[in-house]
């Protein structure tokens, strides 16, 4: 069965970096868009970033210029380098796999096709 794992969350100080990491398993990982979302407590899931299976990355406004997406197809891994992290970062991180060939990944969280369990990354200020 598809399996997706996250790994990398933690605790960091504001201004501080963190490498999430997302293994895929039991797909073909290059039919798929990966996205990254999060979901503090009280609100929504929301769209982070995202990253078709030709390399194009799409980002939430709130991200662009600290956050970048990358997948290594040879790994069926995802990756999400978060930069000059912020309080307002701190949440529950999923990756998400979208079987499309769309040329820009969605956004909504409803397309997606699998989920992993999510990864804890807390912001302290």
């Known amino acids: 069965q598809v399996q997706l794992v996250e790994s990398g969350g933690g605790l960091v100080q504001a201004g501080g970096s963190l490498r999430l990491s997302c293994a895929a398993s039991g797909l073909t990982f290059s039919n798929y868009a990966m996205g990254w979302f999060r979901q503090a407590p009280g609100k929504e899931r929301e769209f982070v970033a995202a990253?078709?299976?030709?390399?194009?990355?799409n980002y939430a406004d709130s991200v662009k210029g600290r956050f970048t997406i990358s997948r290594d197809n040879a790994k069926n891994t995802v990756y999400l380098q978060m930069n000059s992290l912020r309080p307002e970062d701190a949440a529950v991180y999923y990756c998400?796999?979208?079987?499309?060939?769309?040329?820009?990944?969605?956004?909504?969280?409803?397309?997606?096709?699998?989920w992993g369990q999510g990864t804890q990354v807390t912001v302290s200020s």
């Open positions: 990253i078709t299976w030709s390399g194009n990355r």
């Open positions: 998400a796999a979208d079987f499309t060939t769309r040329v820009i990944a969605h956004t909504g969280p409803e397309l997606y096709d699998y």
